[in-house]
């Protein structure tokens, strides 16, 4: 008896385990190295640390996807000459596929670099050494959204206001909606096991 109500725990614990390392199956060390760095260059300037935004990195995503094809020059990423930057046709679409629109991310930054090999230490002095420290060093923004593509590196910041939010409110209740669900899953199933 007791020996099976212990299987039963194990059991329950195994499923959390499951559930939630389901959550962090995706490996991201090159942007949690980046985000670490810029978050490091931000403090040593007494700025906040950015926080991370989900749909900032859905698009972070989107348009690492347009660029991946794209070799490095010296006029590409953080190289680019403002005011020259790539228009994609098919930005509208972009923004659709992650849920957003122009009005909540017109405040935001995008800011592409490429490096061949996304060489860490390379990566992030292409943000805080380029054109884009002055992005990075400013306290408007709040929010961050970072993907890679081969040779791609797409950082995106966002903003407080609802201009640049990237509806951050609406995507943080949508996170608690999920761990609110899952967590519903895990008391469903622990029940399960143990009746
Ligand atoms: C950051 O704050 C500390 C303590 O308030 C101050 O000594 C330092 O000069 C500040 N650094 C910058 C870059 O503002
Ligand atoms: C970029 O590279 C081209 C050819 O490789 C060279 O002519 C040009 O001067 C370079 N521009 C800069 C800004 O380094
Ligand atoms: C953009 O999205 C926000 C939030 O989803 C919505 O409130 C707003 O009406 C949308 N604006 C346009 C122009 O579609
Ligand atoms: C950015 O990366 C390129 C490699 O693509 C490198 O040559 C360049 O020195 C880097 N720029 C900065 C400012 O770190
Ligand atoms: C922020 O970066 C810009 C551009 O690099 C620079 O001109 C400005 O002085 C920087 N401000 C701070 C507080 O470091």
């Known amino acids: 008896m007791a020996s099976s109500s212990t299987l039963h725990l194990l ?3 195994l499923t959390l385990s499951i559930l939630s390392s389901n959550r962090l199956v995706k490996c991201d060390s090159e942007e949690d190295n980046l985000l670490q760095g810029i978050n490091g260059y931000r403090t040593s300037l007494n700025l ?3 926080t991370k935004n989900d749909k900032a990195e859905c698009l ?5 996807d347009q660029f991946k094809n794209q070799p490095c020059t010296n006029t590409t990423g953080a190289d680019t000459v403002p005011g020259t930057e790539p228009q994609f046709s098919n930005y509208p679409t972009l923004l659709a596929n992650c849920h957003l629109n122009v009005s909540i991310t017109r405040d935001g930054a995008i800011m592409p670099a490429c490096v061949p090999n996304l060489v860490p230490t390379l990566v992030l002095s292409n943000f805080t050494q380029s054109q884009y420290s002055g992005n990075l060093n400013d306290s408007k923004y709040t929010g961050i959204g970072i993907s890679s593509e081969k040779d791609w590196m797409v950082v995106i910041l966002t903003t407080n206001t609802p201009e640049g939010s990237y509806s951050a409110v609406q995507s943080a209740s949508l996170i608690l909606k999920s761990s609110f669900i ?7 199933v622990g029940l399960v096991l143990l009746l």
């Open 60 to 64: 972070a995503e989107e348009i690492a």
């Open 11 to 13: 059991l329950a614990l």
């Open 182 to 188: 899952y967590q519903l899953l895990f008391l469903l």
């Open 48 to 50: 906040t640390a950015l």
